[in-house]
Nanobody
Framework: QVQLVESGGGLVQAGGSLRVSCAAS????????MGWVRQAPGKEREFVAAISWGGGVTYYADSVKGRFTISRDNAKNTVYLQMTSLKPEDTAVYYC??????????????????WGQGTQVTVSS
């Protein structure tokens, strides 16, 4: 059983930056691929970014490519999402996700089997 706890969300002005973190416990974090998914009000969950077990492979949604960076610290069992040049359309609840069955990063949301409770990111215009 893997537990994920996000932190670092908040309110930021457009053009600003924010870093959200996800601390994992249980399981073997360094063996798992991790991802970030977001959900805006009235919309479906949307893939944001993913990272392989060692951090060597990363994927991004086109909408965030060049602005967001996913990273991980296996010694701290933590995955991060650094967000820059934020836009109002980035406003959403951001969820950390774990793919405990694989070390390979994936863009497919359904392949992640553990989820955090989410952290709200609000970008004002």
């Amino acid at each position: 059983q893997v537990q994920l706890v996000e932190s670092g969300g908040g309110l930021v002005q457009a053009g600003g930056s924010l870093r959200v973190s996800c601390a994992a416990s249980g399981g073997t974090f360094s063996s798992y691929a991790m991802g970030w998914v977001r959900q805006a009000p009235g919309k479906e969950r949307e893939f944001v970014a993913a990272i392989s077990w060692g951090g060597g492979v990363t994927y991004y949604a086109d909408s965030v490519k060049g602005r967001f960076t996913i990273s991980r610290d296996n010694a701290k069992n933590t995955v991060y999402l650094q967000m820059t040049s934020l836009k109002p359309e980035d406003t959403a609840v951001y969820y950390c996700a774990c793919r405990s069955g694989s070390s390979v990063a994936s863009r497919r949301i359904y392949e992640y089997n553990y989820w955090g409770q989410g952290t709200q990111v609000t970008v004002s215009s």
